[in-house]
């Protein structure tokens, strides 16, 4: 039986991916900062699906990953990375870097340095086409996304001998509780459960960058063509 981590367990997207890792026969690992919301849905899963659900309480910002590792007891198959800070206006900016990007990189490097993925097969890390163009209102936003969009791409070729595949997912507007407060096109807004099945089916094909829906590929190759006098006057 396969066993998937989702950092970020309590977010939106990650628990509709751990639902449908869950659909396929994989066992859960959900992590978070507020465990009594993970409760509640290792209840659902358990209850819904039959398969087991361990919970554990993980601040990203302050917790130590190799101590996670040692409290569990099964081997993980895939890291799944789904937490993510938002907010505007931008006042908090080194909370929105670090839980956006400083914290998955030390996540990450720390399981490498101290040889924790032996067994791992797949890493999926969420990011967002955000980090494609920087704009004035989410500039420390977009930033952190980039970021992590060129470390994840650099932690799959250095991981590639190891046979670990490393997934980079930009994501566009999707409907969830960090979103609800934004006017955003109805029309552009994907549901959290079809981005969750895309996802998956991504990581059957071992494939290393997509954008989720697939139409914000084609949105961001036009968004970056838009030449800089003209993106200052619309942001």
Excluded at 10 to 21: C, H, M, R
Excluded at 215 to 229: A, D, E, G, Q, S
Aim: aromatic residues 12%; proline residues 2%; contains cysteine.
């Amino acid at each position: 039986m396969k066993n998937v981590l989702i950092i970020g367990g309590n977010s939106d997207i990650g628990f509709s991916l751990g639902q449908q890792f869950t659909k396929f026969g994989y066992n859960l690992i959900l992590a978070s900062k507020n465990l009594s919301n993970l409760e509640h849905k290792k209840k659902l899963i358990e209850t819904n699906f039959k398969y087991k659900c361990d919970v554990y309480k993980f601040d990203v910002e302050n917790d130590d990953i190799l101590s996670l590792f040692d409290k569990i007891d099964r081997d993980i198959d895939t890291i799944i990375f789904s937490n993510g800070y938002f907010e505007r206006p931008e006042i908090n900016s080194y909370k929105i870097i670090n839980i956006n990007y400083l914290s998955i990189v030390k996540i990450c490097e720390d399981l490498v340095n101290n040889n924790k993925i032996e067994n791992l097969k797949n890493i999926i890390i969420l990011s967002s086409v955000a980090g494609d163009r920087g704009k004035k209102n989410n500039s420390i936003y977009s930033s952190a996304k980039a970021g992590l969009t060129a470390y994840a791409n650099g932690l799959n070729q250095r991981l590639h001998k190891k046979k670990v595949n490393v997934m980079n997912v930009k994501i566009g507007w999707v409907k969830t509780k960090m979103t609800s407060n934004l006017n955003l096109p109805f029309l552009l807004c994907a549901s959290k459960d079809d981005v969750a099945k895309t996802i998956y089916k991504s990581h059957l094909k071992n494939k290393t960058n997509i954008y989720v829906p697939a139409y914000w590929k084609l949105i961001m190759f036009v968004y970056k063509l838009i030449p800089n006098f003209i993106f200052k006057i619309l942001n």
